[in-house]
């Protein structure tokens, strides 16, 4: 029955040697102190004493997230910026024997290049250039640490404190610059609503003036359809009148129709031509038929004679 305590022994040995390895994680196995090789996801058998798991190794992003550090600018200021740096292990072998401690390595070498990328850049370069120095340390970052077995993915700045006084300043000067923008925009707006204003009152004057201009050419046409009608019709009457074949004695009764008229009843003095007045003479009957030139007042008719009262007249 002696062989009854071997296989418990190696049953034992059975059980302690398989080990499972997880998803997305590597073992680094050592043989009698030496590397030996890596074990990946699955199941595998540790012989026990003579091989060993020097260290285990997740290969998933991992992200560093460093403490403010201060850095002084090329223009001589001192600010506080703080890193998170997103890097994987991509060689579990380098990762393990590369470095002592790959994430404190990786820790101070972020720092240092901080402060050699932002002593190269003023105040305020660094604080509008934060792409630029992104871009330059995992660049910088990358390339060290592939000795290590790390990839670094990205690195961003997730804060930049400058001193107190810069800070006010900064404050001072973002006021100022809202202000001027606000007093921009006012005179803009002001600007626009004179020009507006001018626009429409320019446009107002040119529809009235062609509103007038409108006017005085409907009244001019107007008038000069009247004088127009007026003129037919006196050519027409003269048209008629010749056509009748007028008497001597109808056109002087017209010309002293022609005076009465330009008198139209007012004190008016008319010199009338010497050939005119003999037309009269020669035509003294028609005159007196129609009762031109009668301004003479009838005499005043003599007083009645007085009678004598004998009975009253003294002997």
Request: charged share 25%.
């Amino acid at each position: 029955m002696f062989w009854i305590p071997i296989l418990i022994i190696v049953v034992i040995i059975l059980i302690v040697g398989i080990k499972i390895v997880p998803q997305a994680t590597e073992y680094v196995i050592e043989r009698l102190g030496k590397y030996n090789k890596t074990w990946s996801a699955g199941i595998h058998f540790l012989i026990p004493i003579i091989d060993r798991i020097s260290k285990k190794v997740t290969l998933k992003e991992q992200f560093l997230d460093s403490p403010p550090q201060p850095v002084i600018t090329k223009d001589n200021v001192t600010m506080q910026i703080d890193t998170v740096v997103f890097f994987r292990v991509f060689d579990s072998n380098l990762y393990t024997y590369g470095a002592v401690n790959p994430i404190s390595a990786l820790e101070n070498l972020t720092a240092t290049t901080l402060r050699n990328i932002v002593g190269e850049l003023e105040l305020d370069d660094t604080l509008t250039s934060r792409d630029t120095i992104n871009g330059k340390m995992t660049n910088i970052l990358d390339s060290a640490t592939d000795q290590w077995g790390i990839k670094v993915n990205r690195v961003e700045l997730k804060n930049i404190i400058p001193p107190t006084e810069i800070q006010n300043a900064m404050e001072k000067q973002m006021k100022a610059e809202r202000d001027r923008r606000e007093t921009l925009l006012e005179a803009e707006g002001h600007r626009a609503a004179v020009i507006t204003r001018a626009e429409g009152d320019k446009q107002a004057m040119v529809l009235q003036a062609e509103g007038e201009r409108d006017a005085r050419i409907a009244r001019a046409e107007g008038e000069a359809k009247a004088i127009l009608l007026a003129k037919e019709a006196e050519a027409a009457g003269l048209k008629a009148l010749k056509e009748v074949n007028p008497t001597q004695a109808l056109l002087e009764l017209k010309k002293y129709e022609a005076l009465i008229e330009m008198s139209n009843g007012v004190a008016s003095k008319i010199i009338v031509p010497t050939d005119a007045v003999n037309m009269t003479k020669n035509n003294v009957i028609f005159s007196e038929t129609a009762g031109i030139g009668d301004v003479t007042s009838p005499a005043k008719k003599a007083d009645p004679p007085v009678k004598e009262d004998v009975c009253c007249d003294d002997n």
